[in-house]
Antibody, heavy 125, light 108 residues
Framework: QARLVQSGAEVKEPGASVKVSCKASGYTFTGHYMHWVRQAPGQGLEWMGI????????WYEEKFQGRVTLTRDTSTSTDYMELTSLRSDDTAVYYC??????????????????WGQGTLVTVSS | SSELTQDPAVSVALGQTVRITCQGDILRTYCATWYQQKPGQAPVLVMY???NRPSGIPDRFSGSSSGNTASLTITGAQAEDDADYYC???????????FGGGTKLTVL
C-alpha cells in the first residue's frame, strides 16, 4: 500500500537551512499532489504548502512565502521541503502527506493520506 | 473567513457517544476531513467527504455536516479513541488548506 518515508531528525543553528525528504512507494507518484504540514511542540497542525504531480507548480502558505521551497524528483519518487533562514520558532515536526480529492455530491473534498512518519527539526544555537 | 474553529477539549465516558465539531464558512462549500493524532505519532485519516471512513477505521466513527459546521461522532467511545482530533479543509478558491486548532478528546 501507499507509504511515505521521511528523512531523519535535524539540528540546525538559527539562520541556517534545512532540507527534508519524503520518499513515496506503493502508488503512482506522478498521480498525486503532496502536502507539507508542520507541528510545533505542543501545538496544532499547520499547513505549509503543496506541490503538483509534475513538480512544476507549487503553492505556499503566505507566512512561509520566500522561505520555503518544495521540489520533486519524479525519477526517485521523492519530494523535498527546504526551509531557509531558520528561527527558533521553526522548531517542529515536519510531515509530508499525499493529497487525494473527489466530488461528494455538490461539494468537493480533499484528504491527506498517508502521512510520513514526521521529521523533527530543532533550531537551536 | 477561511478559518476553522474547534472546541479545545471534550470528554466522554467509556462507551458513550461524543460529537466533535468544526465550524467555518468554507465548510459551506468544501467537505471537512478529520484526522486523529496520538502522542508521538503522525496524524491518521479517520473521515473524509460527507461520511467516508478509510479502511481500518471502526464503524463507530461517523461524519456529518450542516451549514458551516462539520461533526465527527464516535458512538460507543473506546479507550483507544483518546487522542487529538483535527478538522481540515481547503480554504477557499485559492490553493490553500487550513486546519482547525484541534480537539483533545479524553475518554473517562
Amino acid at each position: 500500500q501507499a507509504r511515505l518515508v521521511q528523512s531523519g531528525a535535524e539540528v540546525k543553528e538559527p539562520g541556517a537551512s534545512v532540507k527534508v525528504s519524503c520518499k513515496a512507494s506503493g502508488y503512482t507518484f506522478t498521480g498525486h499532489y503532496m502536502h507539507w504540514v508542520r507541528q510545533a511542540p505542543g501545538q496544532g497542525l499547520e499547513w505549509m504548502g503543496i506541490i503538483n504531480p509534475t513538480g512544476r507548480r507549487r503553492w505556499y502558505e503566505e507566512k512561509f512565502q520566500g522561505r520555503v521551497t518544495l521540489t520533486r524528483d519524479t525519477s526517485t519518487s521523492t519530494d523535498y521541503m527546504e526551509l531557509t533562514s531558520l528561527r527558533s520558532d521553526d522548531t517542529a515536526v515536519y510531515y509530508c502527506a499525499r493529497d487525494s480529492s473527489r466530488w461528494f455530491g455538490a461539494n468537493q473534498g480533499w484528504w491527506f493520506d498517508p502521512w510520513g512518519q514526521g521529521t523533527l527539526v530543532t533550531v537551536s544555537s | 473567513s477561511s478559518e476553522l474553529t474547534q472546541d479545545p477539549a471534550v470528554s466522554v465516558a467509556l462507551g458513550q457517544t461524543v460529537r466533535i465539531t468544526c465550524q467555518g464558512d468554507i465548510l459551506r462549500t468544501y467537505c471537512a476531513t478529520w484526522y486523529q493524532q496520538k502522542p508521538g505519532q503522525a496524524p491518521v485519516l479517520v473521515m473524509y467527504g460527507k461520511n467516508n471512513r478509510p479502511s481500518g477505521i471502526p464503524d463507530r466513527f461517523s461524519g456529518s455536516s450542516s451549514g458551516n459546521t462539520a461533526s465527527l461522532t464516535i458512538t460507543g467511545a473506546q479507550a483507544e479513541d483518546d487522542a487529538d482530533y483535527y478538522c481540515n479543509s481547503r480554504a477557499g478558491s485559492v490553493d490553500r488548506w487550513v486546519f482547525g486548532g484541534g480537539t483533545k478528546l479524553t475518554v473517562l
